[in-house]
């Protein structure tokens, strides 16, 4: 009966760790979070620069639009600045987070949905981040985006 109790109990604890290691923490999620929150302000301010902090600052920083592939930090930024050059072009963005999951130790996938409201013509589609955590900070290191108009 004590081996079948402690098989038991190794089964549930081991259980629980392989749980605890898929699942995304309440921490982790609100750090993702907040970081992205701090985009949609700063692009509503207009502050790509500022938007731009939310993302991995390496050359392996990959963008994949509408128009194709971009890697980089500096070349993601300056696809930024020339596709919405002012804050007519910018408008106001929402974010909406439709799923935000733990893929590994350190790295998180994040889905969702987001719509700008322009003067000029609204615009909206869907997201596909990739996160990842260096030194206690989540940045995104891959950025998918599509039009959905």
């Not at 719509?115 to 609204?122: A, E, H, V």
Request: proline share 1%; aromatic share 16%.
């Amino acid at each position: 009966m004590k081996k079948l109790y402690n098989t038991l109990l190794f089964f549930c604890f081991s259980l629980g760790i392989i749980t605890a290691q898929e699942k995304l923490s309440d921490i982790n999620k609100s750090e993702i979070l907040e970081v992205f929150n701090q985009q949609e302000l700063a692009w509503n301010r207009g502050d790509i620069p500022a938007f731009m902090e939310g993302y991995w600052k390496s050359e392996d920083l990959a963008f994949s639009g509408s128009s194709g592939a971009v890697f980089g930090w500096e070349a993601t930024k300056e696809r930024y600045l020339k596709s919405y050059p002012d804050t007519t072009a910018m408008g106001k963005l929402t974010f909406e987070v439709i799923k935000l999951q733990q893929v590994k130790d350190g790295v998180a996938q994040m889905i969702g949905f987001f719509y700008l409201k322009r003067t000029i013509g609204d615009l909206s589609g869907y997201f596909t981040l990739v996160w990842r955590k260096f030194d206690g900070q989540w940045v995104i290191i891959s950025d998918h985006t599509s039009s959905a108009n």
